[in-house]
């Protein structure tokens, strides 16, 4: 398991280093100075997302950003170091997974309040995909121009590299994972995880 104290500390000596104050390299990185600087200071476990942008504005890879002399095979996140996220519109967002060197995936576990539209994300970069599990309520997953309704115990999949966005269009609320292994774009293009608010809040 990453030592968040020991990460953090690592990631603000490498800044420091470059003579970034946190504002140049939260602004570099397209992270909150909030976010990073509860990641220098090891408390906030950050997502593989967030690392990739930090490790891309100090001008390294990720690999790099987070290597370690030996060779851990087994990462564990305990259920109290989950990022959980409480987004505005009332629905919720727990990432689920350890974060892994080299690895874009995240599996996340997602709350909507009855009737929430959850926004639009961007086309990811080509390869990126998405698996979608409901555990409860009805879920609306809009992909490109198409809409597919799941309801509890349904799932499916579909290639990340369009537009794609949630709602709960159903009475209740709705609990759904998703699988999400996103690949990471050329320079220059808009960042994988970002997303646009399409009258509401956004998901995934």
Request: proline letters at 7%; glycine letters at 10%; hydrophobic letters at 40%.
């Amino acid at each position: 398991m990453f030592d968040l104290v020991a990460l953090g500390g690592h990631i603000q000596a490498l800044r420091r280093d470059r003579s970034l104050t946190l504002q140049e390299l939260a602004e570099a990185a397209e992270v909150s100075v909030s976010m990073l600087s509860s990641v220098e200071r090891g408390q906030k476990a950050p997502t593989v997302v967030v690392l990739a942008r930090i490790a891309d504005g100090l001008g390294m890879s990720l690999a790099q950003l987070v290597a370690e002399p030996d060779d851990h095979r087994v990462i564990v996140r305990r259920a109290a170091d989950q990022d959980v996220v409480d987004e505005p519109g009332g629905w919720r967002r727990v990432i689920l997974t350890p974060v892994v060197p080299g690895v874009n995936f995240e599996w996340i576990h997602s709350t909507l309040p009855p009737g929430c539209d959850a926004g639009e994300y961007p086309a990811y970069a080509p390869g990126s995909h998405e698996y979608v599990v409901v555990g409860s309520g009805t879920l609306r997953i809009t992909i490109a121009e198409r809409a597919v309704d799941l309801d509890a115990g349904d799932s499916a999949y579909f290639a990340a590299d369009v537009v794609h966005g949630y709602a709960n269009v159903g009475r209740g609320p709705c609990s759904y994972h998703v699988a999400a292994l996103v690949m990471r774009p050329r320079a220059g293009s808009p960042h994988p995880r970002g997303r646009r608010p399409s009258g509401g809040p956004a998901a995934s």
